[in-house]
Structure formats: C-alpha cells, structure tokens
C-alpha cells in the first residue's frame, strides 16, 4: 500500500515540536508495518540540503498562478523516498518554518502552506505515474488543504484514502477571508460546511471537514476536542464527525529515544544495568554548578514554554521543591515571561535551579538521562512526548491527567503500586496546590529507594515503541479503503 505522509516538519532535518518526532518516526513505522510510505515537505533548506538524487518531477502553475517545482529525491537521513516543493522565495527564510526572526507569522502562510496541501492532492491525482498513493495521510494545519483539494480536485479513477491527524487544536492556521480567493477552491467552499470559521478562513476546519478520517494523537484527545471546554470553537464538527474520528496514541522513536545506545548521554544505561543514570545525574550536576548531591531529587522540564505546557504551576512550587532539598532543571524557549521567571529562580537559588533558555536537542537527552522526575504539568496535551521520554530513561513522569499525559501515565497510589500498574504521579486539578501534592507523593517514593527503583525499573521496561500506533494506523488504512 502506497501511503503519501504530507507534513511541514520531520525529525531529524527540521523541528519546533512534538510533530516532527512523529513524521520522522512514521514512515519507517509503516514501512515496518508492509507499507510504502514516501512523504511531501515543503523545501526548506535542511530539506533541501538532505535531499539526495533529486530530479525535478513536474513544473506546475499553483491556483494563485506563480510556477513551482516539485522535486523528487531521497531523503539521505532518513533514507525515505520524498517529493520536496522546491520554491525557494516561499521556503528559504531565515526564522522557524512559520515565523520570522521577530516570533512574527510569515504574512503569506496562508500560500506557503496551502501550497503543501495542494500539491499533496496532485500527487493523490496521479502526478508521479510510477508511484500512486492509496492512502494521502497529512498532519496539521499547515497540510490540510489536502483534503479540500482532494474534494475538489480532477475525478480520480480511483479509491484514494484521506487521513488528517490533528496533532494540537490550538494551532489552527486561521486567516482574512480575503486569501480564500487565491486558493482556487469553488466559492461555496467558503461555508459553513467547509474552511469558513467565524467569518475567517480556516486551514484546520478543511482537515476536519473534507477527509474521509480524522486521527488525533491520544484517545483521550479524542474525546476531549468534542467537548466545549477543548474544541477550540470546533467541538460541534468534531461532534458531528465523531464517527469518523480516533486516537492513535504517539509512540517513542527506540532509534533516537534508548538510554542503552543513545550516543548524545555521557554514560549509557539500562533497566538490568543501571548504574549510569546516576552517573549522568552528577555529570549534569557538575556540568550546571548544581550542588553535588546524589540523594537530592532532580525534577527536569524539557518544554516548549507556553501558557499550554502549565509551566506557570511550576513556578509556584519551587520553593517548596527547594526546601524538601530537591532540585530543578529547565530547557525550553518561548514567552518571554515565562523565560524571564524562569530565569530569576534560577539566578536566585543557583545551586537548586538551573535554566536554559534556548532549543537543544542533546541537551534534552542529557536532561532525560539525569533527572528523576520529569515534569509535564500541561493545561491541556494532545499527546506528549516527554513523559514518554522521562519513562524511557527512568525519569519518572509528573503530569496534569489530560489528553495523551492520562493515557500514559498512572499514579504511585498506593493500590497502583500494589498492582504493578504505576509508573509515575498525577494530579487531577489544574492548581499549584494540586500539584505540590503530587510533588510531594513523588519525594516520598524517592525516598523509599528500593520502591522508587522497582518502579522505575518497570517504566522503563514499558513497551512504548511504534508497532502498535502503525498497526492501529495500517488498520485504519485498509478499512477506509474498502
Ligand atoms: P509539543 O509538540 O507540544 O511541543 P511534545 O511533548 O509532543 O510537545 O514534543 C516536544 C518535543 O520537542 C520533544 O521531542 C522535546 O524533547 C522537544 N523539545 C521541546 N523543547 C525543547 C528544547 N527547548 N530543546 C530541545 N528539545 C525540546
Ligand atoms: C503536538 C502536541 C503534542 C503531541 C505532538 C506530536 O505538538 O502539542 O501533545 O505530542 O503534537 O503529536
């Protein structure tokens, strides 16, 4: 089965969150799992650069009428076939794939990424003769034109399957109606019943309105964007749609995310040989000028720093981490406020709190093979990927139950430990309160060693790999395309 995979990010060439992890992951997952899979990315330059034996496929006229190129290639970190949208004055910019160097939208983001999804259906409509998608699977907003294009585009002659995943609500690609013109949809697209939202344009509701399914990256999630309270305004779709919507929980990438063989941590480390993790605690220790203490509970934050990510709770429990002799380290990079906060406890408690502000992905594995906790205390998580991470390298996860955090992790409680099922703790109520307690929870495990160990023991013996999201994925698949 041909499966096309059309997202704006991919591990390890490109990434600003969780997405890329999953679209790097994916298409060897499903290759794996008896798929082809090749994927469609716009050309930005560490796309560009990667991409091998490249040839140019089609020179075609986008909707708005400017010439673009589309390439064909292999991308040589990956070692996945891929078609790269090569159109230099749209992709290479200095700034993230979405923004420029001042944090500003790319005012043309609504062409850049149409574009993705445009082109995604032309390949559906049999663009590469030799190579016909069953399957076009897109991910976010920035891709999700492809099922509006798809709708409405050239009869196919043939059954091709559209998957959109959402993989964050929040991020919703909404635009001035005015753009909806250059798009070369029909008029009456822009309904109600299409990519209108709220008299805007909206790139998310064409993924959730046109595909034949729609995923989301934690069955939690899944139910929680029907609700009011997390439907970012499009619960009611999402409702209506429900028949067509699941959760396919993310997996970890065992190639990048193994303590065993993970090159980028000082000292390797496994559930049968542990003895590592405590020697790249107090290297991190020594690295950061955190006091040298081996019993002192080390918590880390590996975050994008966001009113989502509920960093705000944490500031109001280091004092009493500090206190209880704990210790403290932070990587993200964000709001400014939240980094300056971040910055002045650290500045004021150096031996207890450290901060980094910036983005770095040696960094992160480093941190998820020092610390003892891992804190992910989000107000709403689609899925998560480091707690996974924190179970993976024995970092035991502390997370707010929502979204994909419920499905992943279970609290020490005592009837959880009883049973075998803990791996980490939970708070329930989005309060600093809340989580101070299970903070708590958490140093008093610790400081039961031989519990503490036995659970850690287990989180890390977790399966969290990909066979059972690409088999969920396959299944999903070959059902739409009965
Ligand atoms: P989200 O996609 O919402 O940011 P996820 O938990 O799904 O959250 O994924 C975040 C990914 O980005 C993880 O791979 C995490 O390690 C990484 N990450 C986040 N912030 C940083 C940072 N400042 N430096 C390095 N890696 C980071
Ligand atoms: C999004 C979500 C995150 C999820 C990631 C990968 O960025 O915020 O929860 O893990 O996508 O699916």
Redesign the pocket.
Known sequence: MNVLQVSAEI?PLL????????AGALPAALNAAGCEVRVLLPGFAPIMADLQSSQVLAELTAPWGERVVLLQGVLGSLGIGAYVIDVPHLYLRPGTPYEDEQRQPYPDNHLRFALLGWMAAQLACGLDTHWPPAVVHSHDWHAALTSAYLAFGPARGRRVASVYTV??LAYQGVFAPIHFFDLGLPPHAFSVNGLEFHGQLSFMKAGLYYADHITT?SPTYAQEIQTPEQGCGLDGLLRARAHDLSGIL?AVDEAV?NPATDALIPHAFETTKPAGKARCKAALQQELGLALAPDAPLFGV?????E??GLSLVLGVIDDLIARGGQLVV???GDTSLEAAFRARAAANPQAVSV??????A???RI?SATDVTL?P?RF?????????GLKYGSLPLVHRVG?LADTVVDCALENLADGTANGFVFHDFTPEALDLAMRRALALYARKSEWHSVRQRAMQQSLGWDTAAAQYVALYRHLLV
């Open positions: 591990f990434k600003t969150g969780g997405l890329a992890d999953i993989h964050n990256v993310n995310w590996v975050s994008r720093l966001t989502q990510k990587l993200g990079t980094r502000i910036g983005y770095d992905e960094y992160a594995h998820f992910v989000s998580e689609p899925c998560g990927l480091t707690q996974m991470y994909g």
